[in-house]
């Protein structure tokens, strides 16, 4: 079994050095290339500290995205969530590779990880597929039935009731629904929570929808002509409840084009809280659901999983907080 004198006689440093490196001893000064010699020289050698555990030096964590690199730019959202993961494991020395489902040999990339955080929609096979590859492994905004899998997911059923409920407090009654299609796996339709709980609502409450309702993708532009659409349609509506802040921004543009009022004539509210949602005129209302902390969670479970040997799964539901803003106002 590999010692801290192994590491630090390939490495060409003192086992004193080498043990404050892995230990993570931000008192100690050196550069990042030591320090990341000093831990790929532990993984290489198999290093373990005593007592069993893996020393953070030698675990390596995977991050597989469900879209691509350009998608990933396009959408802060899944951003924020990577964000997450790749800040925890700079924090705590861990060594990240990460790859893309669209990635022809992505396995290959991620073989010799410790852990594989999975972000995104994955379809069944795409998952039944991951779950055989690697045990130590967490989805992040996707559920799956698998008995034997974590996964984390943002609560969007209730925030949607919530912000739905909102806007019934305000007097609203004719509100209308923006939302987008997301495809597992690029082939797989994803049940929408959020569209599931606006049928609910305006089911619940008796309220008019048939015709309140438009769906195409999770984009500003489409936010625009989704809200265009609706306006030309001449439907009755005071307000309207979108699926992301994407959305709710280019459709706030098109309300305006019309030369209606925000939240004069229309009040709008939506999920998400990316940072554009406080520079809008006016400021939007929006529901914030915490992606950076999911993909923090997420790191940590898997690379706690994979240091003490937990086997049993965690289902979680992060709930989402209402930011309050100036789109929304009473009738």
Same mark, same amino acid.
């Given at each position: ?148 899998? %974590? ?169 989402? %907080? ?10």
């Amino acid at each position: 079994m590999a010692t801290i004198r192994d590491i630090a006689r390939e490495c060409g440093l003192s086992p004193a050095s080498v043990s404050r490196i892995l230990n993570n001893d931000k008192a100690l000064q050196v550069t990042e290339e030591t320090r990341r010699k000093v831990f790929d020289t532990a993984k290489k050698l198999n290093y373990v500290k005593k007592g069993g555990a893996k020393s953070k030096a030698s675990f390596t964590l995977g991050i597989l995205q469900w879209f691509s690199a350009k998608q990933e730019l396009e959408d802060e959202y899944y951003l924020r969530i990577r964000r997450g993961v790749e800040d925890f494991c700079v924090k705590n020395s861990i060594r990240i590779v990460r790859a893309y489902r669209t990635d022809t040999d992505y396995m290959d990339t991620l073989k010799d990880c410790d852990g594989l955080v999975c972000v995104g929609k994955f379809g069944k096979k795409d998952a039944d597929k991951l779950i055989k590859f690697k045990s130590n492994i967490v989805f992040l905004d996707m559920v799956t039935e698998h008995p034997e899998v %974590t996964t984390l997911t943002i609560d969007l059923y209730t925030a949607a009731k919530e912000a739905l409920d909102h806007l019934k407090s305000l007097g609203h009654s004719k509100i209308a629904y923006l939302g987008g299609i997301e495809y597992a796996s690029g082939s797989e339709v994803i049940e929408d929570e959020r569209r599931k709980a606006y049928v609910k609502f305006m089911k619940r409450n008796k309220y008019p929808y048939s015709g309140l309702m438009r769906e195409d993708e999770f984009s500003l532009s489409s936010g625009y002509k989704m809200m265009q659409d609706l306006l030309d349609s001449k439907e009755e509506l005071t307000a309207v409840f979108a699926a992301s802040d994407a959305i709710a921004v280019g459709a706030m543009k098109a309300i305006k084009e019309k030369g209606l009022s925000i939240p004069e004539d229309i009040s709008v509210i939506s999920i998400n809280d990316d940072e554009m949602s406080g520079f809008t005129e006016p400021p939007l209302t929006t529901m914030h659901a915490p992606a950076y902390d999911m993909g923090q969670h997420g790191a940590n479970l898997v690379y706690v999983a994979g240091n003490l040997d937990i086997k049993t799964p965690l289902k979680v539901l992060i709930p989402c %907080t209402m930011v309050k803003r100036s789109s929304c106002a009473g009738i």
